[in-house]
């Protein structure tokens, strides 16, 4: 069987070798990945290691079953969570450890994968495996961000920063669950594809440098209900101005690094509440495929061509996922 591995370097990023599969042990299943997507944190991880399979985001057939395990069988589709240790309940550095194409936890850039039984969802037959290989980390994100401990209500305003894969799933979601959404992009082209979804207002940043003030305009000085930062430090403090008093921001970007100084007095004066959000566990998942979901697919990569894939997320010129054919 045959699978990548990371170089460590830019360029190539991969390498395609020969493996031999290996039956799963109690408790776990062998999942003959079909589909495998791409998100920005792949582009990270591509240069700082090396000797992995990389990828998190991958859907497939049951091919083999070890003891102890109930409710799948050998033919079943399925897609694999992003985290398979983290099934439920609270985060954990164990549950995270887990994560799926990251140092120590190879990925689903492969023929053939073993994973507990536990960290994988059943899919429909109206889901393609392209579409059930979209969710797992993107789609999960958005679920988080909008639905953990304060849930998006109907009727109320959400504030999403970009036209990336977790903000086009927040888009879908937050449609569904009756908010009004407004979107920064920096196309008009992205902002066309975004209303289509049913954003009610796009922002083009590079037509209008001061969106925060025009979030507001939008709002009647107000303020968005919920803001979606997946940029991070570059635009905390324009979206905690977006923001209204009272509000509360999920916060998961990492584009624009890790560091930067915080308008700390406006959480505190507008008693905003931020919240970091990392992927979601299995049970989240499940929910979401259940909500039967249409992801966006960009482009379709053979699985010779990979590394092509990994050169156009680093782009930034697609709209919705990248997704890699691993099988037919």
């Known amino acids: 069987m045959r699978r990548y591995t990371l170089t460590g370097k830019e360029s190539p990023r991969l390498e395609l070798g020969a493996f031999e599969a290996v ?18 944190r792949d582009l990270i991880l591509s240069t700082k290691f090396s000797d992995v399979v990389p990828l998190s985001d991958g859907a497939g057939v049951v091919a083999a079953v070890g003891e102890g395990v109930e409710g799948f069988a050998i033919g079943d589709r399925v897609v694999i969570g992003f985290m398979p240790g983290w099934v439920e309940g609270e ?15 190879d990925g689903v850039l492969t023929e053939r994968l073993v994973v507990p039984a536990t960290g994988v969802v059943h899919i429909p037959d109206s889901m393609t495996f392209e579409e059930a290989a979209a969710l797992p980390c993107a789609g999960v994100t958005a679920w988080s961000a909008l639905f953990e401990r304060r849930p998006v209500q109907p009727g109320e305003t959400v504030l999403l920063l970009g036209t990336g894969c977790v903000s086009v799933f927040a888009l879908q979601l937050a449609k569904m669950a009756g908010a009004r959404v407004v979107m920064i992009s920096s196309s008009d082209e992205k902002a066309q594809r975004a209303r289509a979804l049913g954003a009610d207002e796009v922002i083009n940043y590079r037509a209008c440098e001061d969106w925060e003030n025009e979030v507001l305009r939008l709002t ?17 403090n324009r979206t905690l101005k977006a923001t209204r008093f009272g509000g509360r921001i999920s916060l998961m970007g990492v584009i624009s690094g890790f560091d930067g100084p915080i308008d700390t007095g406006s959480i505190l004066e507008k008693r905003i509440t931020l919240q970091g959000i990392y992927v979601g566990p299995v049970a989240t998942l499940k929910a979401l495929v259940a909500t039967g979901i249409k992801p966006q697919i960009d482009q379709l990569f053979a699985f010779e061509d990979a590394e092509a894939a990994y050169e ?9 996922k990248l997704v890699i054919q691993v099988a037919c």
């Open 23 to 40: 039956q799963p042990g109690h408790g776990m299943i062998s999942v003959d990945i079909k589909a495998a997507s791409l998100n920005y």
């Open 91 to 105: 985060f954990s550095p164990a549950k995270k450890a887990t994560s799926l194409g990251g140092p120590g936890m």
């Open 220 to 236: 009647d000085a107000t303020g968005a209900d919920l803001a979606i930062d997946v940029v991070g430090p570059a635009t905390l």
């Open 312 to 320: 156009k997320l680093g782009s930034a010129s697609h709209f919705g």
